[in-house]
């Protein structure tokens, strides 16, 4: 009977394993086409100055449209695009559809001065920075208007390929922002020494800063360190008044999250941002 059960048992993980096989092996077709047929999509989600109105930078995010599945969250994809190393040719394609887009809008006369883009470290490669570089000039793209998010891992792994092509890019003007930041394990002896300019206060310490004295902490002691070093410090997940108003009073300077918008598509940036913008310097 036991014996019994045992082998139902590992026929049915046997199908569970086939299962999800499958779904891999079919979701990584999927994205294989996705990517030569440009089937993916962007939404931008603005970021502020504490109390404007008008947004002066904006984070590209990447969505993909799925025909069965719907809109698919990077959260699903990315590491599938990561582990097929598709995610360096994906990459591209998003870096220069952000940039295209980021153009359009200044042509239209919004003020935008910064447009970050998310980058995976597996895209970071030896050839990295001399294709962002290729990208940027054949859109006559000003490098100092794009911002790279990575993460506070990258920045500390430290390769000397990685901090080749990063010092390269910022020679170039490009500017780099941590992502998520104080989720990694940065020591704050080596953010110092960090190409970065701009640290991402993690959303998890957004969410509850009225009510955990830690998250509350962390996120004190982030713009604090920030400040002294020069630092631009962008919270991440903002969602209401209360949040904004103990962030403003930390001396955080820019915000981005819910509150004020959801990411939306380049059209509805443009409707929302764009039409009423012919605004003073
Ligand atoms: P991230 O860069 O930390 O982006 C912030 C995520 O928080 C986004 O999720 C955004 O939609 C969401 N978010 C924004 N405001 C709020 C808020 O007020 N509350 C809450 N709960 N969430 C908020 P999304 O768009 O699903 O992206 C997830 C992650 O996927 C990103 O985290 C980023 O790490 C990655 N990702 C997105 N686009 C790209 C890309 O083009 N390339 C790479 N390599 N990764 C990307
Ligand atoms: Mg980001
Ligand atoms: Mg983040
Ligand atoms: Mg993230």
Known sequence: ????????????????????????????????????????TLYY????????????RVEALLRWPHPVRGLISPHDFIPLAETS????????????????????????????EKISVNVSPIQINSSFASTVADILQHLDF??????????????????????????????MGVDFAID????????????????????????????DINDDINDYEIARAIVLMAKSLGLIVVAEGVETKEQEGTLHRLGCEW??????AMPMDGEEFYQRYCTEAVQPD
């Open 45 to 56: 989600q603005p970021q502020f100055r504490v109390g404007d109105s008008i947004p002066k």
């Open 85 to 112: 190393g598709m995610i360096v040719e994906l990459g591209y394609w998003v870096l220069r559809s952000a940039c295209q887009q980021f153009l359009f809008w200044r042509q239209q006369g919004l003020k935008l």
């Open 255 to 260: 915000v981005q999250g819910y509150y004020y």
């Open 142 to 171: 000003d490098p100092r208007w794009l911002e790279l998010e990575v993460t506070e891992s990258l920045m500390m792994s430290g390769t000397t390929e990685v901090s080749q092509q990063i010092s390269e890019l910022r020679a």
């Open 180 to 207: 998520d930041f104080g989720t990694g394990y940065s020591s704050l002896s080596k953010i110092k020494s960090m190409p970065v300019t701009v640290l991402k206060i993690d959303q998890s310490f957004v969410r």
């Open 1 to 40: 009977k036991a014996k019994e059960l045992g082998r139902n048992r590992s026929c049915y993980y046997q199908r569970e394993l086939t299962d999800s096989i499958h779904s891999r092996m079919s979701l990584e077709q999927d994205l294989r086409s996705a990517l030569e047929q440009h089937s993916f």
